[in-house]
């Protein structure tokens, strides 16, 4: 990818690599668009993070998060990291529509909001009371 980009001669296009958690807010503050390339990942959390920091994504569908956060379209795109061509076009729609960069990163920080603790502890009782065939009503008002 490192490689493609200098060859299209792409500018303000920054692979900044893993960082300390502590510094990765900058790092969202900064960008226009999140880039998940993952070739494996059981969920990818760092897509949440961007999505609370208003930012578009782009996501690998070798993540779990493509499945339960990415709204093709949306707020952004999946692609397959094994296809360069693929990517290339997730990423240019924001290239040749940098007005709708801002509209969409909003979208995310919609769908993201859904995501809190509470829902999160609502659905583990929900599952856990099912497969103990108690019934989550009896449980979860």
Not at 113 to 128: D, S
Request: glycine share 8%; hydrophobic share 45%; charged share 25%.
């Amino acid at each position: 990818m490192v490689n493609l980009v200098k060859e299209l001669n792409v500018k303000d296009l920054f692979f900044v690599g893993g960082k300390h958690w502590k510094g990765v807010p900058i790092y969202y503050a900064l960008s226009d668009v999140f880039v998940l390339l993952s070739i494996s990942e059981p969920w990818g959390l760092v897509v949440n993070e961007a999505m609370v920091c208003d930012l578009p994504v782009i996501v690998s569908n070798r993540a779990g998060a493509a499945y339960g956060l990415v709204r093709e379209g949306e707020n952004g795109f999946v692609f397959d990291p094994f296809n360069e061509q693929d990517l290339l076009e997730k990423m240019s729609f924001f290239v040749k529509n940098p007005y709708k960069i801002k509209k969409i990163g909003k979208c995310s920080k919609k769908i993201i909001a859904e995501y809190t603790p509470e829902k999160a502890a609502y659905q583990m009782l929900k599952g856990i009371c099912g497969i103990l065939n108690k019934g989550s009503d009896s449980y979860v008002k």
